[in-house]
């Protein structure tokens, strides 16, 4: 009998750490849980965060690496991190009995050194997200996975990313606070708008009807486009562009290519020649004076023929084959 009460009380310590090891995974859980509901992302540093991603472990975390302090130079990690803090919000609140056994938190640079040094990160922000290691959502792969922050980043692609990650579990959806200054602002603008209409409708009304209004809009519009001002944006064009002997070259060789400055001196000569032929063909009939309407004529033709030839000259300078040319510009 006393062999077998010594063997009992042998195994009883051993026992008890088994029946306990389980109930601690769990009260781990419940515990940062239970801090996120108040404060969440979790602020952590070196010590917390091995203590929470140490395995064993039968929950997720997401962990945001960044460095918030503005002598770091990271942009993105200031601009990430209030998207961060809405996604761990709107999640913990949506999963305030833990259902999806996943914990947020952040540690920064400056709080957690040596485990920046440890996972050998050179650049932040990095989010990783580590699955269990035990329990019913246990995952094989025990690192970390690592999103990609390629491109611009919003609560709502990290919460996909995460939700991806996480299939069989709830996914509590992003909630964004309502923004009243903004709606202010969109409802002042709006009834300030009508109120300027409203007031200025008797005035803007013979404008609008103006037929020299809506021909000067046009006139300015056909130039920009048959100069080529979209192509220069859809291609983003230089300005000017090096000759190859220390000079400038304003024009490019080639139909498919040209230079910023090009478009812009295009359209002054097609701008220039519309409203010389305008002005022969509407304002010089009206000139009561034969003498002056006879200099007027000689004006305007000599202004179209030099921009004609100069138009040429350029065309030539597009097409080295085109054989045609005008004096003064060859």
Same mark, same amino acid.
């Given at each position: 009998m006393r062999f077998l009460r010594g063997l009992l009380l042998s195994l009883l310590p =051993?026992?008890?750490?088994?029946?306990?090891?389980?109930?601690?995974?769990?009260?781990?859980?419940?515990? &940062?849980?239970?801090?996120?509901?108040?404060?969440?992302?979790?602020?952590?540093d070196?010590?917390? +965060?091995?203590?929470?991603? !140490?395995?064993?472990?039968? +929950?997720?975390?997401?962990?945001?690496?960044?460095a918030l302090e503005s002598r770091f130079g990271c942009v993105l990690c200031r601009e990430f991190q209030p998207e961060w803090e809405l996604l761990s919000r709107s999640w913990t609140k949506g999963d305030k009995q833990g259902e999806s056994r996943l914990v947020f938190g952040t540690l920064?640079?400056?709080?957690?050194?040596?485990t920046f040094q440890s996972l050998g990160l050179q650049t932040a922000p990095v989010l990783l997200l580590f699955q269990p290691t035990v329990g019913r959502h246990a995952n094989s792969d025990t690192g970390p996975t690592r999103y990609d922050f390629s491109n611009e980043q919003s609560a709502?692609? =990290?919460?996909?990313?995460?939700?991806?990650?996480?299939?069989?579990?709830?996914?509590? !959806?992003?909630?964004?606070?309502?923004?009243?200054?903004?709606?202010?602002?969109?409802?002042?603008?709006?009834?300030?708008t009508i109120t300027f209409l409203t007031v200025a409708w008797p005035y803007l009304l013979p404008v609008i009807q103006n037929r020299n209004v809506w021909a000067a809009i046009s006139l300015i519009a056909i130039l920009l486009f048959t100069s080529g001002h979209m192509f220069n944006h859809i291609r983003k064009v230089p300005y000017v562009a090096g000759d190859g002997r220390?000079?400038?070259s304003y024009f490019a060789g080639g139909? !498919?290519?040209? &230079?910023?400055?090009?478009?812009?001196?295009?359209?002054?000569? +097609?701008?220039?020649?519309?409203?010389?032929?305008?002005?022969?063909?509407?304002?010089?009939?009206?000139?009561?004076d034969p003498r002056t309407q006879q200099i007027a004529v000689l004006v305007?033709?000599?202004?179209?023929?030099?921009? +004609?030839?100069?138009?040429?000259?350029?065309?030539?300078?597009?097409?080295?084959? &085109?054989?045609?040319?005008?004096?003064?510009? !060859?």
């Open positions: =051993a026992t008890i750490l088994a029946a306990k090891k389980p109930a601690a995974g769990v009260d781990k859980f419940q515990a &940062y849980h239970t801090k996120a509901l108040t404060a969440a992302p979790l602020k952590l070196d010590k917390i +965060y091995n203590t929470l991603t !140490s395995a064993p472990r039968d +929950y997720s975390v997401a962990v945001l690496l960044t920064d640079f400056l709080d957690g050194k040596n709502e692609q =990290a919460h996909a990313w995460i939700a991806r990650q996480l299939s069989d579990r709830p996914h509590p !959806s992003v909630s964004r606070p309502i923004n009243w200054v903004r709606g202010i602002a969109i409802t002042t603008t709006i009834l300030g220390g000079g400038v139909f !498919s290519n040209q &230079y910023g400055l090009e478009t812009q001196i295009v359209a002054a000569m +097609y701008g220039l020649l519309s409203f010389a032929t305008i002005s022969l063909a509407l304002k010089v009939p009206r000139i009561a305007w033709g000599g202004v179209i023929f030099v921009m +004609y030839s100069f138009l040429l000259s350029v065309f030539r300078i597009k097409n080295g084959g &085109y054989p045609f040319w005008l004096p003064p510009f !060859s």
